[in-house]
């Protein structure tokens, strides 16, 4: 079974950056999606970022222009890269990946250090 395994997480203060890493334990080639998710308290998970197997992206409105995702194919990992980060970014970030069935990571905490 696939496993993913998420880094890079922490505090941060307004305005700072950071990344975050999703390890994938195998080749990420065959994925059709993989896409960052975030969960803040008492609200609903959202989607934050994706990358489509051909490469293309798109980003919640909320985060273009800020975030960037991508993926090292040799590596099997996927990041996203968060700069001008917000006081509102603060949430609990998943890694997704699809292949048929959909795969999460175990989600990385990014607070805000305000």
């Known amino acids: 079974q696939v496993q993913l395994v998420e880094s890079g997480g922490g505090l941060v203060q307004p305005g700072g950056s950071l990344r975050l890493s999703c390890a994938v334990t195998e080749s990420i080639f065959s994925f059709s999606v993989m896409a960052w998710y975030r969960q803040a308290p008492d609200k609903q998970r959202e989607l934050v970022a994706r990358i489509a197997g051909g490469g293309s992206t798109d980003y919640a409105d909320s985060v273009t222009g800020r975030f960037t995702i991508s993926r090292d194919m040799r590596k099997t990992t996927l990041y996203l890269q968060m700069n001008t980060l917000k006081p509102e970014d603060s949430a609990v970030y998943y890694c997704?990946?699809?292949?048929?069935?959909?795969?999460w990571g175990q989600g990385k905490q990014v607070t805000d250090g305000s």
């Open positions: 997704f990946a699809q292949r048929g069935v959909g795969n």
